[in-house]
Each structure stands twice: as C-alpha cells, then as structure tokens.
C-alpha cells in the first residue's frame, strides 16, 4: 500500500505570498488532517476534512485554508504568508476510526522570508 | 480543554539502558493514547496505540500502559539502542465520533550512545 506523500518537500516563500502544499492520501483513507510543527515544538491542529468537506479546525487564521479532492488527496493554501509561518507542515491520513491513529507523510518544510 | 505533557528532554542513554519517557494528560472522558517517533529529517511514525483504561500498547519493544488513575501513558523499553535516537511524542486524540484531532506534547528528544 502506498503511504502519505507530500509536496514539494521544500519551499522558500517571501513574506505576503500566498503558498500551496499538497497531499496525497494513503490508499483507503478517506480522512486527512494538516498540522503545523514549528521548530523544536509538537505538531498543532490546523484543520480536518472528511468528504470533501471541513469537520475540525484548530487555533489557526482563516488565511489558513483547505481542500479535499474526490480521490481524497488534499491542499493547505496560506495566504499572506507572515514569518511565523515558518515550519514544518505535515499531512496525515486515517480512515474514520481514531483507533488506527494517522498514517503522516514526511512532510514539507516552509521557510518565510 | 485537552493537553499532554512530556517530560523535558533531552534524554541521553547508553545502549542496552532502560528508558522511561513521562507522558500525563488532561482531557474529558477517554482519549485515545498514542506514542510517535520521529526520525531526523523525517515525518511522524505512529509507534503504539492504547485506546482504553489498562490497554497496554507496544511495538519493537516499546511499551505503555493506558493508566486513568494516575491520567498517564508513560513510554518504556528495557535495552535500547543506538537506532532508537530520535524524537518521541506523545498523543491524545479525544472521545467521540468525528473527534480525530491529535494533540500532541513537546516532544522529547533521545539520544543513545555506544
């Protein structure tokens, strides 16, 4: 079975960009969840889909938002990028049952410039 | 509302040491418990699971027990090894459908020697 995977794996972005990260879900899930992991801290909830359609969200911005296509793969858009906005960003899959836990993918690192 | 708190790292053994990384909870109800590794330069691998009051989760000779009493779900392994350095994180996700958002701690960062 295939994993999550993310893209790109890197990025540099100047600050008041807009940036696109993507994700393709591992095969059978039909949930995907973003998180942001700052450096040297836990991962952080930015929002949930679950059919296409937003069920969850953290403590984040709306220029934080989202997409999940039919074939369950996803996209995390930031708008106005800010300095702050520098992390690690991670992808992860489930099926809908939170007692499997998440499949992540390796993730993207964004830097703001 | 729902937060996990890991002991402070970093943690630096000998191989063939014993580990204990402390992890307690807040949250309403049962979560479920999870332990994470993450590997330099990579994304987070579910390491074990507990999804009960006294589940016991383990994998590659790690453990952890669900423990309600004491709101702990604090990670063990008897020898561990130079591939075990890494970071480890605890997780919750909360009780009830729909309800898959982690929350995650800190993190502790382990670092085994030869």
């Not at chain 1, 095969?27 to 801290?41: D, K, P, R």
């Not at chain 2, 943690?11 to 402390?22: D, H």
């Not at chain 2, 453990?63 to 008897?78: I, N, P, V």
């Not at chain 2, 970071?87 to 009830?96: D, E, M, N």
Request: overall charge negative; some cysteine.
């Amino acid at each position: 079975e295939t994993g999550v995977t993310q893209s790109p794996t890197h990025l540099i972005k100047t600050r008041g960009q807009q940036v696109t990260l993507r994700c393709s879900s591992q095969s059978g899930h039909n949930t995907v969840s973003w998180y942001q992991q700052a450096l040297g801290q836990g991962p952080q909830f930015i929002f949930q889909y679950y059919r296409e359609e937003e069920n969850g969200r953290g403590n984040f911005p709306p220029r934080f938002s989202g997409l999940q296509f039919p074939n369950y793969s996803s996209e995390l858009n930031v708008n106005a990028l800010e300095l702050d906005d520098s992390a690690l960003y991670l992808c992860a899959s489930s099926q809908q049952d939170r007692e499997y836990g998440y499949t992540f993918g390796s993730g993207t690192r964004l830097t703001v410039v | 509302g729902n937060s996990v708190t890991q002991m402070e790292g970093p943690v630096t053994l000998s191989e063939e040491a014993f580990l204990t990384i402390n992890c307690t909870y807040t949250a309403t109800g049962y979560p479920s418990l999870f332990w994470y590794v993450q590997y330099p330069g990579e994304g987070l691998q579910l390491l074990l699971k507990a999804t009960k009051a006294d589940d016991k989760g383990s994998n590659k000779g790690f453990e952890a027990t669900y423990r309600k009493e004491t709101t702990s779900f604090h990670l063990e392994k008897g020898s561990v090894q130079v591939s075990d350095s890494a970071v480890y994180f605890c997780a919750l996700s909360p009780p009830g459908a729909g309800s898959y958002q982690l929350t995650f701690g800190k993190g502790t960062k382990l670092s085994v020697i030869p």
